[in-house]
């Protein structure tokens, strides 16, 4: 029988940081999603003001502070969902190890973006 891993049941050591990200996830998109549906109508207008605030150095570190939760929260989810269903030894180990790395690469190219669109690097 494969382990269990605990990080979903309450008090597991991931526990309280996958419900704190999801929170934070939903409080964040719900605020975005308010402005860009009831505030601003147009596509470009919209564009050109997220274009504008990027360069806004609190915004830029909000969007990356949600970049880094939802990889986090992501990851966390996915992983824990396959060893809860008997992801187990060396096939475990490579799964996280992939995980890893890909959730470097999507910070990273994150990063890039929001720096392009910051006007800082090309992308």
Sequence with gaps: ????????????RRWLW???TAAFLVVVLAFHFFLLHFLNHADE?????????MENLTYFSLMILFLVTATFHG?????????NQGLSG?????????LGFA???????????????AGGVPI
């Design 1 to 12: 029988m494969a382990e269990r891993y605990t990080s979903f049941e309450p008090g597991g």
């Design 18 to 20: 996958q419900r704190l």
């Design 45 to 53: 207008v919209t564009f050109a003001l997220s274009q504008g605030r």
């Design 75 to 83: 990851v966390n989810g996915v992983y824990n969902a396959l060893v």
């Design 90 to 98: 060396t096939r475990k180990t490579a799964v996280k190890a992939i």
């Design 103 to 117: 959730s470097v690469v999507l910070i990273v190219q994150g990063v890039r973006t929001a720096l392009a669109w």
